[in-house]
């Protein structure tokens, strides 16, 4: 399918939404889904989408070039105001995405919030969608192979030293930009979920490393745990309780698997180890335009929600025990008609370096 018909098919799937919603117009603002009902990734655009098939994109007048080039087939409003402009061409009550803040609805007149409409077609991807997911986290991949040959990571290394190098490495192979901040969590750090990368020098053992890119707009995540020599003990029975609950988690998910069930599967193996206290997060959630997307998989997702072929989840259950360390196993899946795909191709395994 080429570009054009691509994204009018979008809109079209978009539309029969806006009729079950008994939403006879929407304007679109979030960026990320202008760009995946248009191709246009300007960091100005509003899209109007109405029910009975009228659809105009506005963006300014920087650019012009740009979105004739990426949004073919739609007709297109330049005008620096852009969401009021885009607006006035519609003459009653319009949804609004929850993206849009509270001042700026009130300024567009009789309007209704509407929630999660594009973003329930952006759950499942079609094939073009997973073959930019793949890219993406090849890219990263390289990058962290390239990383462990070259034995950046070493005790006495800072944290923030070893996340910069990664960093670098990404976008020298290709990646347009990181899809969030590099986290090297080692030592005590390393119990901290969403420790950045410190100055602190790396010591012996568990290093928990999260890192991801982007790539023509799709996103990357995965989380390594690497030790600097043999992990003691303690550590190494918590990066066994993860790997054994992170398989299981992977093993989990298929078609019509609970998102609920997917995310106990992980939880009850680190309950049963007894740490169960201390995995504080959920078990997934999907990757796409945005890194952090749905559907969602934890212990508070309401257990009639299941997950289909063509959505992606992460798995990445954790154990983080403070004043010791902690450990987290990560990669980005797909779903496919027989169980599920891992899109990083990297080992998950712990590394000891």
């Known amino acids: 399918m080429d570009r054009e018909k691509l994204y009018a098919h979008r809109r079209d799937a978009a539309r029969e939404l806006l009729n079950k919603a008994d939403v006879p117009a929407l304007l679109v603002t979030n960026l990320k889904n202008v760009r995946y009902l248009t191709g246009f990734s300007g960091s100005n655009a509003a899209l109007l989408l109405t029910a009975d098939g009228k659809e105009l994109l506005g963006t300014d007048g920087r650019y012009t070039t740009q979105v004739a080039d990426e949004a073919p087939g739609i007709e297109v409003l330049i005008e620096r105001h852009t969401v ?75 944290e923030n030293i070893v996340a910069a190098e990664l960093e670098y490495r990404m976008r020298k192979f290709g990646a347009d930009g990181i899809s969030f901040e590099t986290i090297v969590a080692s030592g005590v750090n390393g119990a901290k979920p969403h420790h950045s990368a410190s100055t602190d020098p790396i010591p012996k053992g568990l290093i928990t490393i999260d890192f991801g890119v982007y790539l023509n707009g799709y996103a990357s995540d995965q989380t390594r745990l690497v030790s600097v020599g043999e992990p003691p003990e303690k550590q190494r029975e918590i990066a066994d309780t993860v790997y054994r609950a992170f398989l299981a988690g992977c093993e989990a998910l298929r078609p019509g698997a609970g998102l609920f069930a997917i995310d106990k599967v992980c939880r009850d193996i680190i309950d049963d180890a007894g740490y169960g206290e201390y995995f504080v997060h959920s078990t997934g959630h999907g990757v796409g335009l945005d890194v952090h997307e749905r559907p969602y998989s934890a212990s508070r997702t309401d257990k009639s929600k299941t997950i289909d072929v063509g959505q992606t989840l992460t798995i990445e259950p954790g154990i983080y025990v403070p004043g010791l360390s902690g450990a987290r196993i990560e990669n980005t899946l797909v779903v496919t008609e027989d169980g599920s795909r891992p899109l990083n191709t990297s080992s998950p395994a712990l590394t000891v370096v």
């Open 84 to 158: 009021p402009a885009v607006r006035k061409t519609f003459d009653g009550k319009i949804g609004v995405e929850t993206s849009l803040s509270l001042g700026e609805a009130q300024r567009l007149g009789e309007y209704t919030v509407t929630q999660d409409l594009i973003e329930d077609l952006r759950m499942t991807k079609d094939e073009s969608e997973i073959a930019a997911l793949d890219a993406a986290a090849a890219v990263a991949d390289k990058a962290w192979l390239s990383l462990l040959e070259d034995e950046v990571i070493r005790e006495g290394v800072p």
